[in-house]
């Protein structure tokens, strides 16, 4: 015997159900894709392409609906049939019925029917994913993700994919302990009650693991040996996430990796070392500064963006993505950070000072092809600061910040500028 799912619609979701087929059903000659007139259409409840009714969709639709289905047209006819599909009294071959029509008719998969869906997520079987489309409620999604023979995580997955639905789930994953929500430690919930699926896989994490003496995940954590990233490692392997509750209040002020992973671990011991711990990395055992930032944040400790200045505008790599957003940063993220606009008064400069905040220090090697030809035509400050304009970014950063850190906008601190920023010359 096989099986396919059969459709319900209700006003406000989906109702999935299955339903058997005997082997004389199996014997039929077609019942999918015998006719192409539904291969366009994207709104399976319209039988439109667009926003386009399509007649000769509706007409083979028709055809393959109860000869005394109620309506003066074909598409009052299909809506009727609805209806009578979510009708409380409605049989299983009245359920059955439009999805039988649109995969007889031709109808296709199409990203647009499900792109306005929440991802799913945290689902690894049929069943889930099944019930997953339900909650989306959405009857467009639903007929499309119905359209293919779903068999399980696998397929269920690929068919939200070609319906544009984007999810995020793992078939290889276990998600036992997806929402603990940042309690790694007693994996209790708000009124006290431990999450008994969760510890069940992470307890079996723990007797797997011949590196931990301990046999079960409470007395893991409680170990005064216990390795965050060992523990964060589990908890990733059950489906547990990062939780925004894990660090708030985390009092963190470290420049570098080291420093900062020290810090960490020393003073924010416990869920929130372990969350921080369960961040991405590109390398495991040698988190960036930048790396562990994003983690603190995506943990709750929201000082660390101003707090935590990881050094990524080293050499006045301005032009560099992490280097801008340390800057923003330090701007407290009310906009991005810009080279500001200058004049002939030192407060205009200010915001160059951020350079060297986020780890720039003026050196002669800022400005490898500058020497005195790119301002001896200069005569006067606004001269000057149209030919330090057209330096490279990170010369450009350099003088800039030398003129700052002089004191005053005049022709002499930028001639300083260029000998502080540039190799002597020859």
Known sequence: MSYKHALALTAFGLGAVLQGCSEDDEKEPC??????????????????????????????????????????????????????????AATDVQKALPLEALQYCGAKQHVEACDNTDSVDHVNTKAGIDTAVLELSDDNCGFCYLLVDVT??????????????????????????????????????GTGTVNNVCKTCLDAEIVTDTDITETTWVTAWAATNADAEVLADHLLHCGAEQNVGSCVGADLDSTTADALLTEIN?????????????????????????????????????D????????????????????????????????????????????????????????????????????EGITEAATTVVEYQAAVAKAAPACNACLNLSVLQSGAVDVGSFEDARIACSPPVE
């Open 31 to 88: 019942t999918v894709n015998c006719e192409d007139k539904c291969k366009d259409i994207t709104d399976y409840k319209a039988l439109a392409k667009g926003t386009i009714y399509e007649e000769g969709c509706g007409t083979c639709i028709v055809g393959r609906l109860p000869s005394d289905v109620e309506g003066d047209t074909n598409i009052l006819k299909w809506e009727k049939a609805l209806t009578d599909a979510v009708a409380d």
């Open 152 to 189: 399980d995580c696998a397929t269920g997955k690929k068919s939200l994919t070609d319906c544009g639905n984007a999810p995020e789930l793992k078939c290889t994953q276990d998600y036992s302990c997806h929402d603990i929500a940042g309690a790694y430690d007693d994996l209790e919930d």
């Open 266 to 302: 020393s003073e924010n011991a416990g869920v929130c070392e372990v969350c921080v711990h369960m961040g991405t990395f590109a390398e495991v055992d040698s988190p960036t500064c930048r790396e562990l930032k994003t983690s603190l944040a995506t943990c709750g400790a929201a």
């Open 304 to 371: 660390a963006a101003q707090d935590v200045i990881c050094p990524e505008c080293v050499d006045f790599a301005v032009d560099n993505a992490n280097c801008k957003t340390c800057l923003t940063e330090q701007l407290n993220g009310a906009s991005d950070w810009a080279a500001p606009a200058l004049t002939d008064e030192i407060a205009s400069y200010a915001d160059w000072a951020y350079v060297a905040t986020c780890g720039a220090v003026i050196a002669t090697d800022a400005c490898d092809a500058l020497d």
